[in-house]
Nanobody, 121 residues
């Protein structure tokens, strides 16, 4: 089965930076779009950033524009989220999402287990 595993979360001071990684493993035919979501305390899960397979189209939530950068390395089946100028309101569990075509040509989204990001002084 396909598995997405996030890493890179942790505790950081306001204004600091973190780089999240999400690697897809297992048998798959292709990974299409990839994205990062987050869910803060008492909040709904929301889209943070989205990147197409070619990396030429991306999206950022207004709350993170200018601070976060999404990128991917297709050779490694990995998507990254560089987070700069972090704010306490960025505190959340960050989830990786990937639109994947399986070896049997089934297309569906996959989710990682999440990685905690805490921004606090």
């Amino acid at each position: 089965q396909v598995q997405l595993v996030e890493s890179g979360g942790g505790l950081v001071q306001p204004g600091g930076s973190l780089r999240l990684s999400c690697a897809a493993s297992g048998s798959m035919f292709s990974i299409l779009d990839m994205a990062w979501y987050r869910q803060g305390p008492g909040k709904q899960r929301g889209l943070v950033a989205h990147v197409t397979r070619g990396g030429d189209i991306d999206y950022y939530a207004d709350s993170v524009k200018g601070r976060f950068t999404i990128s991917r390395d297709n050779a490694k089946n990995t998507v990254y989220l560089q987070m700069n100028s972090l704010k306490p309101e960025d505190t959340a569990v960050y989830y990786c999402n990937a639109d994947i075509i399986s070896t049997t040509y089934q297309r569906r989204p996959y989710w990682g287990q999440g990685t905690q990001v805490t921004v606090s002084s």
